[in-house]
C-alpha cells in the first residue's frame, strides 16, 4: 500500500482550492500511470481510504469515484488505459457533458456550480463530480483540446 501512496506527483497538489475529491482524483491518476495494470477502482479506493478514512461515507461516496472511473474507462485521463471500470450511466453521462463543456468554455474550470449547471441544465448541487473533473482538467489530465 504505502509504495502506491509514495509515488503520488505532488506537485500537481499546488492548486488552492482543490478539495479533497480533486486531490483523491489527481492522486489517483498518478498512481494509477506509475502503477500500469493496478485497477483505477482499487486505486480510488486505496487513496480515498487515505484521505477520508476507510469505510466513511466520504470514502465510499459513489459520484465522485464513478466520475472518475467514467473518465479513466473513457480514455480521458492521459496516460490511462480505456477499459471497463464502472457501471454508472449517470455519472458517466455528466462526466462527458462536462469535459465537452470545459472544452467549449474552459473559464468554466473556475466555477464548478456554473460548469454542473450547465451539465444538468437545472440549478441542483453536484456531489463530488465537478471537483474531480476540474481538479483533473486544470492539472492538464484531460486533454483540453
Request: glycine share 8%; proline share 3%.
Amino acid at each position: 500500500m504505502d509504495v502506491f501512496l509514495q509515488t503520488w506527483n505532488l506537485h500537481a497538489l499546488g492548486e488552492l482550492c482543490m478539495t479533497k475529491y480533486g486531490e483523491a482524483a489527481i492522486k489517483s491518476a498518478d498512481v494509477i500511470i506509475s502503477n500500469e495494470g493496478k485497477s483505477p477502482r482499487d486505486i480510488w479506493d486505496l487513496i480515498t481510504s487515505d484521505i477520508f478514512g476507510e469505510g466513511t461515507c466520504s470514502q465510499k461516496k459513489g459520484c465522485p469515484r464513478n466520475t472518475f472511473l467514467a473518465l479513466c474507462e473513457e480514455g480521458m485521463i492521459k496516460g490511462i488505459t480505456k477499459g471497463n471500470y464502472t457501471n454508472s450511466r449517470k455519472n458517466k453521462e455528466y462526466a462527458l457533458k462536462a469535459v465537452k463543456i470545459l472544452k467549449e468554455k474552459p473559464n468554466l474550470e473556475n466555477n464548478p456550480k456554473a460548469l454542473w449547471i450547465k451539465v444538468i441544465d437545472e440549478p441542483k448541487i453536484h456531489n463530488g463530480q465537478m471537483d474531480v473533473i476540474i481538479a483533473l482538467w486544470k492539472n492538464g489530465y484531460i486533454d483540453g483540446k
